[in-house]
């Protein structure tokens, strides 16, 4: 039985893996998750909305269009006319609902920590790239290098992707509710993929460290990639979350594959906190 | 990193030369040296459309070598010559350049020898060769080029286009794309990306008889797909083999009289984003280039690897 600090992380997407015991979850004292705040965040209200027109802003207006909304505390942010121009959303350290109203380009919501984003178009490569916590949720397809290097949140595409999803991943949850393109979850060190689509070839290549859910075919594995066995923990977390990522497709989950890494690391670190965000 | 598009109309002729333009100018970004275009009009006609140049560019950022223009006019009429003796009739000729011409001219006879009396010529470069293809390329952005050709007003069902940012061989107009697939009229290729064996490819190719006129890389995937439509190997097929013959991270194009294709390398590595319908299909490096046809929210998506896709017109 969870208890109650382990459902808080968990909602929060602040679960991790340690190679130790692989596929093991290690859960963060989310009261020191909690607690943690950027100096320079502000205090938003999420009922103060207001609106965006991209038509005719280019990328740093709308990114400082969006922080000075926020410091003077709108927590509600509707981008509208984006027409998937690049890097839009990108650096927001902040607790803030934005609602993308279209189609991001490349490298959108990039490097972010702790916003709420829907959109309700497609995203090109590189979405949430480095995003630390948080939730993104696009309701069409994505491109390539879909959540490269995340390290905590929970990245969801309703749709397919591209190539290389999740490549260098450190932690959080990526979830795509299509297929997926070659070498998904390359050189992935921590968090969990979920596809529930097909997968294609050299799935989870140089695999560290970290799970990998497969709902549908995978066209190969990768080196280091292996299969394992799912278990009732397993279930029980890919229910909730998939209730989180608002996918209400029906699962099969006894048929869905598990990966996890096959090799042994002997210089790994497997000790790397979501505390250690204040780095950036 | 430099920028393809590609739009082809199925049944239908329209203004592809401005939308090509709106497109790459989308692109300048990802390859600011120079813009290419291979635009198919409505075609039909059994007379060949000539784009050749007898010199480069010189203008300031090329590569290429200075020359007195004076020499231009020397070298397009030994073409001129070379044409009546390969047994051809020039039906219209006009110069865009100084360095760059666009020919009708009838001819019956072999393509291959016609194009290599032609290009016998000093600095004498077909850039197509075809009954719907017209290719131009030059220095400068998009519209700086479609500007300088009159591209803009251009009519025809399809066109692929290219910005280039030069990378493996010089700024100047014999390495920027498209490249004519030599000596098979009306095909034409952009590529983004590396091959990594090109050298061993280009050696078997040239021993096979096939030309090259560059040292860019790209070049190579026009002929290789030239030699095996020589073969006799239908478009689809030939690109699907090129996907295991050539090495590298690349996404091309390739335009035939009525068709357009694309492929991605066996690791994806190259962007192609693709917007179809019943009436066009469009693709691009990125998304931007399709808005500024379809500014309206589209359902897009990404081809996946090791993929070929050819549509008709």
């Known amino acids: 039985m969870a208890s109650v600090k382990e459902h808080k992380s968990h909602d929060m997407g602040l679960h991790e893996e340690v190679l130790t015991g692989r596929t093991q979850q290690v859960f963060f004292n989310p009261e020191e998750a909690e607690n943690y705040f950027y ?9 103060k909305r207001t609106t965006i027109d991209v038509a005719n802003l280019n990328a740093p207006e709308v990114n400082k269009k969006i922080k000075d909304l926020m410091k003077q505390g709108y927590g509600t942010i509707v981008l509208k006319n984006p027409g998937a121009k690049h890097s839009l959303g990108v650096g927001i350290l902040n607790k803030l609902n934005l609602i993308v109203e279209g189609s991001l380009g490349y490298f959108g919501i990039g490097s972010v920590d702790g916003p709420v984003v829907r959109i309700s178009g497609r995203v090109g490569w590189s979405c949430a790239e480095n995003m630390m916590a948080g939730k993104v949720v696009i309701e069409k397809n994505a491109g390539s290098c879909f959540g490269a290097a995340i390290r905590g949140g929970d990245l969801i595409c309703k749709g397919s992707v591209g190539a290389r999803s999740g490549i260098d991943m450190k932690g959080g949850t990526i979830i795509i509710g299509g297929n997926a393109g070659a070498f998904t979850g390359f050189m992935m060190q921590r968090g969990r993929i979920v596809i529930l689509g097909d997968v294609g070839p050299n799935l989870a290549d140089s695999l560290y460290d ?3 859910f497969v709902g549908g075919k995978i066209e190969s594995l990768g080196a280091d990639a292996v299969e394992s066995e799912m278990t009732d923990l397993d279930v029980d977390w890919l229910k909730r979350k998939l209730k989180v990522a608002e996918i209400d497709k029906k699962v099969d989950f006894s048929k869905m594959t598990k990966i996890v890494s096959g090799k042994k690391l002997w210089n790994y670190d497997n000790l790397e906190p979501t505390e250690r965000k204040g780095a950036i | 990193m430099c920028g393809i598009a590609g739009i082809i109309h199925k049944g239908k002729s329209t203004n592809v030369g401005s939308q090509m333009q709106q497109m790459l100018q989308s692109l300048k970004h990802r390859g600011p040296d120079s813009t290419g275009y291979a635009l198919y009009g409505t075609g039909g006609s059994k007379d060949y459309i000539l784009r050749f140049k007898v010199g480069e560019n010189v203008k300031e950022g090329s590569s290429a070598v200075m020359e007195d223009e004076s020499l231009y006019d020397q070298r397009r009429d030994e073409v001129n010559k070379k044409i009546t003796e390969a047994g051809g009739k020039i039906i219209k000729q006009e110069q865009i350049t100084p360095y760059s011409f666009r020919y009708i001219t009838s001819f019956n006879g072999d393509l291959l020898d016609f194009a290599r009396k032609i290009e016998s010529v000093e600095m004498a470069e077909i850039l197509s060769l075809g009954n719907s293809l017209e290719l131009i390329k030059d220095i400068g952005d998009a519209k700086v080029v479609a500007d300088q050709y009159g591209l803009n007003n251009f009519k025809g069902t399809h066109g692929i286009g290219h910005t280039r940012m030069a990378t493996e061989s010089g700024v100047d107009i014999r390495s920027a794309h498209p490249y004519w697939a ?16 090109y050298w061993n490819n280009r050696r078997a190719l040239e021993r096979k ?9 790209s070049e190579l995937i026009a002929v290789y797909l030239a030699n095996k439509i020589r073969d006799g190997i239908n478009l689809e097929d030939a690109m699907s083999s090129s996907l295991k013959d050539l090495d590298g991270v690349f996404t091309y194009m390739v335009a035939t009289q009525d068709q357009l294709g694309m492929a991605k390398d066996s690791m994806a590595a190259k962007p192609m984003v693709l917007y179809e319908s019943d009436d066009v299909v469009i693709c691009a490096s990125e998304e931007v280039a399709i808005r500024t046809i379809l500014p309206h929210e589209i359902d897009t998506y990404d081809p ?10």
Request: proline residues 2%.
């Open chain 1, 39 to 47: 100096d320079d965040a502000f205090d938003v209200d999420f009922n």
């Open chain 1, 210 to 212: 970290g799970t990998i």
């Open chain 2, 182 to 197: 030599y000596p098979f009229k009306d095909v034409s290729v952009v590529h983004n990306g590396q091959l990594t064996n």
């Open chain 2, 209 to 217: 008889g096939m030309r090259f006129m560059s040292s860019c890389d």
């Open chain 2, 304 to 313: 996946y690897e090791s993929e070929v896709k050819v549509w008709q017109a």
